[in-house]
């Protein structure tokens, strides 16, 4: 049985649905690997324009690393885990078309590091999303600190991490890390919605969106801003740019190729 189910949910929509659901989608190393392979797939194909991150069964994206694996000081082992989830979240941080993770449990651990590393977040109103790792002991390894003190600040992030809460659905809202709470029935109507949405905006502009938040965000903003007119420039001058611009003054919907 596969540990990560794949299915197109429209053209051009690719669903990864993490499917480990005894376990609460806990992220295994053979999961991990049947993960990194279908973001190694998502970003080679061009026919994929959208990727979707849901967890199967209804009560968890994802709880975390398997902790199970933690056990009895394996030292090596657990280094080599941790270096490869590191790898992988950066992958997916980085692939150049929009992520949308779907959370309709628990997100936490490494499953929130996952949700942290997308670009649009739709929870349902049963989701609670946390690093509760001091609570082993241990801290995040995926990059959680990193990415959640620039997401939501350093008061919210130690909120969160220092007392070990489970965050609500409404307060990820409140902090601006979800796009959009919905209940339950709602759910597949709003995934469809933004993914219609990305597939209307132009490939090629996405990537560079996304590169320009991912590397601005540490850049100085002088050097950020010189990044973002040359890719503009560029854009401007692409056949998507000017396909774009016709299509407005057409009044016509634009057919854009990712060139
Ligand atoms: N690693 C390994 N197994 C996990 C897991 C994880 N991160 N999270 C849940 N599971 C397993 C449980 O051990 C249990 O397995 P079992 O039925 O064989 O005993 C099964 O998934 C269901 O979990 P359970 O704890 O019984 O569900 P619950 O509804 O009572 O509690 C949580 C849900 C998410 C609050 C609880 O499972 C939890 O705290 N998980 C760990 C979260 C965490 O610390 N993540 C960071 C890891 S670094």
């Known amino acids: 049985m596969s540990l990560i189910l794949q299915s197109d949910l429209l053209p051009g929509v690719r669903q990864l649905m993490f499917n480990r659901p005894e376990k609460l989608n806990a992220l295994s190393t053979p999961m991990m690997a049947e993960f990194d392979a279908a973001l190694d797939a998502c970003a080679a194909d061009p026919s994929v324009r959208v990727v979707v991150l849901r967890g199967a069964g209804g009560k968890a994206f994802v709880a ?122 709602a759910l597949d109507d709003a995934i469809l919605k933004r993914a219609r949405a990305c597939l209307k905006t132009a490939p090629l502009a996405q990537a560079e969106m996304k590169r320009l938040m991912r590397e601005g965000v540490d850049a100085p903003s002088e050097t950020g801003k010189s990044f973002e007119q040359e890719v503009l420039f560029r854009l401007y001058s692409s056949d998507d740019g000017q396909e774009g611009i016709n299509a407005f003054l057409e009044k016509r919907d634009p057919e854009f190729k990712g060139k």
């Open 64 to 185: 975390g690393a398997d902790i199970a694996e933690y056990q009895g000081d394996k030292r090596a082992a657990f280094i080599a885990y941790q270096m490869n989830s590191r790898r992988v979240f950066d992958k997916l941080e980085s692939l150049p078309k929009p992520v949308i993770c779907v959370v309709d449990g628990f997100a936490l651990g490494g499953g929130f590091e996952i949700a942290l590393c997308c670009d649009i977040l739709i929870l349902s109103d049963t989701a609670q999303l946390g690093l509760p790792e001091g609570r082993l002991g241990l801290c995040p390894g995926g990059g959680g600190t990193q990415r959640l003190v620039r997401a939501i600040g350093k008061y919210a992030a130690s909120d969160l991490m220092l007392a070990g809460w489970r965050m609500t659905a409404d307060r990820a809202h409140a902090l601006g890390i979800a796009a959009e709470v919905v209940g339950l029935d």
